[in-house]
């Protein structure tokens, strides 16, 4: 994967895990996170795009919930590492 960078906070990256399946490749719609600063955005032809507030909102409650426990993860890491 070439280096790419998050929308929200330009943070510079070349990996992606997918959270059942390390080794599966993001498709079209499947969520990211940005480590840096948690934007939540989704795969779109290779690249991620802003996902908007109504989008979100759609998506299944399980993932949402998945969301919020990877953002305090996320939080607690960037404690650690300031």
Do not use: H
């Not at 895990?17 to 390390?22: A, F, G, M, R, Y």
């Amino acid at each position: 994967m070439d280096l790419k960078k998050c929308r929200n906070c330009g943070y510079a990256y070349n990996r992606y895990t997918e959270l059942s399946d390390e080794s599966a490749i993001p498709k079209n719609g499947d969520i990211s996170i940005c480590l840096s600063c948690g934007y939540v955005g989704a795969f779109k032809g290779g690249w991620i795009v802003a996902l908007s507030q109504k989008q979100y909102m759609e998506l299944d409650e399980e993932i949402k919930a998945r969301i919020v426990k990877i953002e305090r993860a996320r939080k607690e890491v960037m404690k650690v590492n300031k």
